[in-house]
């Protein structure tokens, strides 16, 4: 009978572990995609104008360019 608990409280402990272990750094795929947008910067040397093109992926990392005129950063 003591082996047979102890048994069944070693599995229980080692499942509890393994199920607390698991972790997910992704995000929810609503969120993935590629997102555009535009911003206007006033300097004292005038107005900027760029575009932003951002893609979101599945886990969780982000890529993105900043274009103004012809070049890219």
């Given at each position: 009978m003591k082996t047979i608990l102890k048994t069944i409280i070693i599995t229980i402990m080692i499942c509890a572990f393994m199920s607390c272990?698991?972790?997910?750094?992704?995000?929810?795929?609503?969120?993935?995609?590629?997102?555009?947008?535009?911003a206007s910067v006033n300097t004292s040397s005038g107005t900027i104008e760029c575009e932003g093109v951002?893609?979101?992926?599945?886990?969780?990392?982000?890529?993105?360019?900043?274009y103004n005129n012809s070049k890219t950063y």
């Amino acid at each position: 009978m003591k082996t047979i608990l102890k048994t069944i409280i070693i599995t229980i402990m080692i499942c509890a572990f393994m199920s607390c272990s698991k972790q997910n750094y992704g995000i929810d795929s609503k969120y993935a995609g590629t997102y555009k947008g535009n911003a206007s910067v006033n300097t004292s040397s005038g107005t900027i104008e760029c575009e932003g093109v951002f893609t979101v992926n599945s886990d969780g990392s982000v890529k993105g360019n900043i274009y103004n005129n012809s070049k890219t950063y």
